[in-house]
Each structure stands twice: as C-alpha cells, then as structure tokens.
C-alpha cells in the first residue's frame, strides 16, 4: 500500500510551505530518511525527508508551488503500484492520517479556522480605491506591502509603491515600445517581493509605522572588556568556540535587563507583557536578507556557553538550517555592524521588542580626561526604544548600565 | 439673521403657510388651548382658532380624516403626539395616502403632512421614544423628511405643505430647544435634497435629523485629532439625494453612517447599498462603518436609553478606529 507525504509543519505560525526543490523525480527510489525535497517557509529553508521508503510514485506539490500543511504532496509506494484509487480517495484517507499522525496540529489549527482559511487562499486583501489605481498603473496587488488591519492595502500603499517604483526605474520604456521591443531585454530587472525579503519588508514597516522610535547613543571605554576576553579566550581549549565581542555584549545586555526588566516586554493588544526569560537575538546577515537567531536565557549562561551557542546558531543561520525555535521568542535584539567599518547606526526595532542596540566599531581615538588625552579603545553604541513603553530617561538609564558592565567586566562575574 | 429654537421655527411656519393657503389647517390632539405635547402650536390658539381642529384619541380616524381632506382640495397638517402612535394609523398611511394618486393614474392628490415628534432621551420609556423614519421610506408614494436645524425645518415644513404628496414629517424631541439661524419671510428648502452641513476631506459621515448635530460636534472634536470631517445631512430620507453623498465619498473614499433608528434594516444599510452600487465604489478605501441604534426596544432607564442610540463619543470612537487611533 503506498503512503501519502504530507506538507509538514515547520514553526508554530506555519500555514503553508512552498516546494523549493524535488531531490527525487517521479519514479526514483527513496529511503525513509533520506532528504525528499526542500520546503520554503517564511523564513528558512529545509530539507524534508521522505519518511517513507520506497518509490516516488507522484509528486503533488510541483517546484515553486506552495502547498497548505497536512495536505498531500507526494506519494511513495512500490514500484509500478497502481495509485489511482488512492488519487480518489485523497481526501478521505489524508484526513486519516492526519488525526493518527498530527493530532496536536490539528486542534491547534482549529483555534484559528479563518485565519488559516484567508491566508490560504492568498488573495491580496485590498479597498476598491486601492485596487482602482493598482489596475490604472498596472500594479500587481501582492507585491504592495498592506498597512492596514490584517495587511489590507489601501490607497497610499499603492500611491507609494508607485512613488517608490517610479524613483528605482527613473527611465521607464514608452508603452509603444514594450510591444515593439518586446523581445528585446528590458532595461530594468524586477525582483519579487517574496520569501524572507517580503517578511523582512513587512516586519519593518510595521515596526517603524506601529513603534515610535527614540535614539539615544552612548559611548564605551572598551580596554577592560576586550582585556579580559583576551585572557578569558587564552583559557579556552583548542576546540571550544571562542567568546566574541557579540557573547560579551549580549551577556552585558542581559545582566542590564534584569535590572530594567522592562526592556523585556511586547506590546500585543493594547497590553504590555513582561517576558519572564531573558532571550537576545544577534542579527546575522545573510546574502538573501538577514535573520535573528535567539540565544535564551543569558542571564543564566555562562560566557562559554552562550559563545558555542552563538557560533552554532551563526552557522546554521547562513545554511539556512535554523529551526523556527530558534529564531522567535526574543526579548531584545543586538545589531552589530563594526565588522563593516560603521562607527555608528540606528537601528529598526524587531518586533514585537520594545527595543535594539546598535553596536559600531572599536577605534583607538583621543579621549580627554581630568586635562590629559589618552588614546582609548572606543565604541559607540545606539539604543532605539518603542516611546510607547519607554521613555527617555529610562533609555538612557538602561544604556548607562550596559556601559558600565562592558567598562568593568568584573560585574560578570557579580 | 436672527436666532431662533427649532420650535420657534416650525410654529413660523405653521403660521406662515395658514396666512398664505386658506386650504392649509392642522388636526390633532391637544393642539388647541393646549399647544399641543411639545408646544408646537403654543399661543396660536386664539387667533388660529378656525385652523386648529382637536381631534379624540384616535390616530386612526386623525389621519383618515386628513386624508380624506386631502382629496377634496384641502392642505391638511395632522400632528401625531409621537409617531410611535403613527402604527394605529398604518393603514391610512400606507395603504391609502401612499396609493391613491398612483391608483387613480393622478385623478387625485394627496396634500397631507403628518408631523410628528420622534426619538430617545427624554426617560419616555420603549412605547413614546421610537425613530422609525426608515418604515415610512420603505413605502413608494410617501416623502419621508426629518429636518435637523431650525432653518431647514421651517424650508422643508413650508415644501411639504406645497407638495401634493403625502409627506411624513420627523421632528427628533430633543431638537426642539436647540438653537440656529432662521431668515425672516418664506423660503423653501427643496425636499429630496442633502446638505453638506461640514465640508472635510478625510472622512464622509452620513446623517440624518438628531445623529447630525452629534456628528457636527464629534466632527469639532475630531479636529484636534488631525482628521478632517465632512458631515452630510440627508434631510430627506426619500426621496434620498445620492448624488451628494456620491460625490462626497468619491472625495474622502471613507464613510461612517450614523443613524437613530434600530441598525439593522436601517436607512443606513440603503445608504450604504447606494454608495456601493455607484461610482463612489472604486473609491472607496476602508470598509463602510455604520452605528446605528442597538436592535433593543429603548430602556426606560437613563443611562440604558443613552447606550441604546449612538452619542457623540461613539462617533468620535468610530472615526478613530477607522484612522488607526484607538
């Protein structure tokens, strides 16, 4: 009897997953773990394993298609089977499978049917005005990012995704001349607004139209620190990860956040919600966007620790192997770019945080104090804060303190 | 221009049209020595005597006897004391008033006005505080106007007088004391004609008779929120003047419908279906909100009888979503 393989379920906000690549053509063989196919979800990428053995009798779900979870992509089964009568009775026997096999998915889908339901069917959600001059410009409604409730579009998205359109392609073709030119390459290149671009789109426009951000901007004496993770790292055994500057300054952040516990909150409906773990993420870019990989609870972790555990989540951030658990569920972000020679920077909030610190680079510079200059190590750091939950004084407070741990390092060990 | 009450203003144009049409007089209970429940025609009974004729308790035979005025060549105004008692006399109103001059191809006319007082939030309890101008627009042959300020109340009463149809007159109880501009003289406002009583370009509420003074305020208020108002007064619920608000929701592409009636099967919905079925769909650019009064018999108690129809605060809530600022 041939098996049915389903669209799994990756993260808990997964609906759907689109078929990135087959590993196998209809009619090769597979083994039970051997990779089957790739599956794009909102942020990653995997590979799922057949979970059965035997033939690659059909594939349901073709490449680039998406497919809704725990339904039917592909059928394994003996060589030469006959699967008409299973292609019948898809539904009914997939049903079947689905409450042996993912009973708890099943109720958890159920708390929300019409969410689910809308989001598959992916028809862009957008008012008459909006869609009226989408049609007039020629605009494809999907790729304008919505800022109305549950993504709605509404006139300005389109008045400023034409706005913003128009500035990429200053020397737009002539009508007349697409179709005369038609075969002709265009003098433009349009890239989809999908995947992870799309969800970083998104996030960041909601953060920056939902959160008003403050800056505040500190600088750091950073001779003590990066003394003492030099001896710190000439105690470590050849094959342990190396504790960077990212390990100290999410440790500092940490320790920082238990004394303004606030900074560990979100907003969700018109509530703010203290977490109880202290979760920092590290924004690592990738070439296709950038993703924050979580290392939970800090405070509790010892450099050693939280340092393997960075190295590990970096890597399997640039193979796109992160498992959504490891990437959700933070309470502050730290954004480092002074591996890219920036002194300074602002950063986005990651929602639905309530704050992120932009770190820049170390330089040697002349610090005056008590009528002397020395030269010091300096770095400057940017803490931008959602002013709905926090207010200056508390910024600057907070950042005071992630300063003072990097400045004496000794409170690490406190 | 002077500033007069909405009372004032009517009881002008009572008088007025008794100078001018010797065919206009006016039935009803307790108009005479009384005045009349609200006062209406307070202190025209001496000198009005012969045009002001008191009737039994019998909505029914009122608005049959004026009916019937009404095809021998008089301009009969009936008084209901509160159009909640405008069922007793259904049959006259719909089946009659509404149908002969269509029946008889226009051998006859109906000059009739019934005016009558409507509403919540005076404590009168599920029985004498009713809104139920939709009702009466629902039937072909009738005109259906509920004026919300004294000017347009005094132009749209001396219309109806004129009009050879039967018009259902709406006078909302708690505009009676309400303040505003009225010329001196005859002037007419048109009947099926809206009045954009606030221009704005942000956002079309649609009102009618009571809910347009708490959109007026609401519309203030909003000011300070940075959201530009444009209030349009309906006036006439039917015939209903759709080009205005046509036009005004092709500017804003954002509508909020307010009513006094029960929402559901309310003008509103009409309202609605109008915008929706014209050119103003294309630009519509947030679904169309509407409040309405809650589908409850009205409350006896203050505060429930205050809940049960939409206030000033709840427009103001409303818009606000609509702009994201809860």
Excluded: C
Aim: glycine content about 8%; overall charge negative; cysteine-free.
């Amino acid at each position: 009897m041939a098996n049915v393989k389903l669209m799994p379920k990756l993260g808990m906000t997964m609906t759907a997953g689109k078929v990135v690549r087959w590993l196998k053509k209809e009619g090769e063989k597979v083994e039970a773990g051997e990779p089957l196919l790739e599956i794009e979800t909102d942020k990653v990428t995997m590979e799922e394993e057949a979970g059965y053995t035997g033939t690659l009798l059909k594939i349901l779900v073709r490449e680039g298609e998406e497919g809704p979870i725990n339904q039917p992509i592909a059928i394994i089964g003996e060589e030469g089977e006959d699967i008409e009568e299973i292609l019948k009775t898809l539904k009914v026997s997939e049903g079947a499978e689905e409450e042996k096999k993912e009973e708890k998915i099943e109720v958890k889908i159920e708390e929300k049917p019409e969410e689910v339901k809308r989001e598959e069917i992916s028809k862009p959600r957008a008012t008459p005005a909006a869609r009226k001059i989408a049609r007039e410009h020629g605009i494809v409604l999907s790729e304008v990012i919505g800022s109305g409730a549950h993504g709605r579009v509404h006139r300005k998205d389109v008045e400023e995704y034409i706005r913003k359109r128009t500035e990429i392609v200053p020397s737009q073709v002539t009508v007349e001349q697409k179709v005369e030119k038609k075969e002709e390459i265009p003098s433009y290149r349009v890239i989809p607004f999908t995947g992870m671009r799309k969800i970083i789109a998104e996030k960041m426009q909601k953060s920056i139209n939902t959160a008003p951000h403050f800056y505040v901007t500190m600088e750091v004496k950073m001779r003590e620190i990066l003394k003492l993770r030099e001896t710190l790292n000439s105690k470590l055994k050849e094959d342990e990860a190396k504790i960077s500057l990212n390990s100290l300054l999410m440790k500092a952040a940490g320790i920082a956040i238990k004394d303004y516990p606030i900074f560990n909150s979100y907003v969700e409906e018109g509530q703010i919600i203290l977490r109880n773990e202290i979760n920092i993420g590290l924004a690592v870019a990738l070439d296709e966007g950038l993703v924050v990989p979580v290392i939970r609870e800090v405070d509790k972790k010892g450099l050693k620790e939280i340092a393997r555990e960075e190295k590990e989540l970096i890597q399997k951030a640039r193979e796109g192997r992160l498992m959504p658990d490891e990437y959700t569920g933070g309470s502050f972000t730290i954004s480092n770019l002074g591996m890219f020679d920036v002194v300074r920077f602002t950063a986005i909030i990651n929602p639905p945080e309530v704050a992120i610190l932009a770190v820049g680079k170390i330089r040697e510079i002349p610090v005056v104090e008590e009528g002397q200059i020395e030269i010091e190590p300096i770095m400057e750091m940017t803490l931008s804060s959602d002013h709905r939950v926090i207010d200056g004084a508390l910024a600057a407070k907070f950042l005071k303190r992630i300063k003072e741990i990097l400045e004496d390092p000794l409170q690490f060990v406190l | 221009m002077a500033e007069k009450l909405y009372i004032e203003a009517l009881a002008e144009a009572i008088k007025e049209e008794f100078e001018r049409d010797p065919n206009v007089f006016m039935m009803g209970e307790d108009i005479g020595i009384y005045g009349g429940a609200f006062g209406v025609t307070k202190g025209m009974y001496p000198k009005y005597k012969d045009k002001l004729i008191e009737t039994p308790i019998s909505e029914a035979s009122i608005v049959g006897a004026g009916v019937g005025a009404a095809l021998v060549g008089m301009r009969p105004i009936v008084e209901i004391m509160f159009s909640d008692f405008m069922m007793d006399a259904m049959e006259w109103i719909v089946n009659q008033a509404a149908k002969l001059r269509y029946m008889t191809g226009g051998q006859l006319k109906v000059p009739l006005v019934i005016r009558s007082p409507m509403g919540s939030g005076t404590g009168a309890a599920a029985q004498h505080s009713q809104s139920l101008p939709a009702m009466f627009a629902h039937i072909p042959g009738l005109k259906v106007v509920m004026p919300a300020t004294p000017y347009d109340v005094k132009g749209l009463f001396k219309a109806a007088v004129r009009d050879d149809n039967p018009v259902i007159f709406f006078e909302h109880k708690l505009l009676y004391w309400t303040k505003g501009e009225v010329p001196e003289g005859d002037y007419i406002v048109p009947i099926g004609k809206a009045d954009v009583k606030r221009e704005g370009k942000d956002i079309t509420i649609i009102a009618g008779s009571i809910t347009v003074i708490r959109s007026l305020e609401a519309a203030e208020k909003l000011k300070g929120e940075g959201i530009d108002v444009e209030v349009i007064d309906i006036r006439s619920l039917s015939p209903l003047d759709t080009e205005t608000i046509v036009n005004s929701v092709i500017k804003t592409g954002k509508v909020l419908i307010v009513e006094d009636d029960n929402k559901s099967y309310g003008w509103g919905a009409e309202v609605l279906s109008r915008i929706v079925e014209s050119d103003a769909f294309d630009y519509l650019d947030y679904p169309i909100q509407r409040l309405g009064g809650k589908d409850v018999p009205i409350p006896y108690n203050p505060k429930l009888e205050g809940a049960a129809v939409p206030q000033v605060e709840d427009i103001i809530e409303t818009v606000k979503a609509i702009f994201g600022k809860e």
